[in-house]
Nanobody
Framework: QVQLVESGGGLVQAGGSLRISCAAS????????MGWYRQAPGKQREAVAT???????NYADSVKGRFTISRAIGKNTVYLQMNSLKPEDTAVYYC?????????WGQGTQVTVSS
């Protein structure tokens, strides 16, 4: 059973930075891709950033130039570095991993950006 555990969320002022982490229970190379999604109150979950097993990255237009997804293969961990945070970035951030037809989710970590 794959487990994804997020950490690093919290409260930050607008313009600040935060890094959240996702630790996987197995090798991240076993996944086709990993990514970060977020869900704000009353809104649908949306993709924020993804990274493929080959290292290719994709970002939502709203975070391009501000957020960076990366991975530490030896630690089976994926990170999301968030800079120049805005109040509209406030959401629960979820880690996701896909492997074949399987789709795994973490429990989420709250990120709150105050104005």
């Amino acid at each position: 059973q794959v487990q994804l555990v997020e950490s690093g969320g919290g409260l930050v002022q607008a313009g600040g930075s935060l890094r959240i982490s996702c630790a996987a229970s197995g090798s991240i190379f076993s996944f086709n891709a990993m990514g970060w999604y977020r869900q704000a109150p009353g809104k649908q979950r949306e993709a924020v950033a993804t990274i493929s097993s080959g290292g290719s990255t994709n970002y939502a237009d709203s975070v391009k130039g501000r957020f960076t997804i990366s991975r530490a293969i030896g630690k089976n961990t994926v990170y999301l570095q968030m800079n120049s945070l805005k109040p509209e970035d406030t959401a629960v951030y979820y880690c996701n991993a896909t492997s074949g037809f399987h789709n795994y989710w973490g429990q989420g970590t709250q990120v709150t950006v105050s104005s």
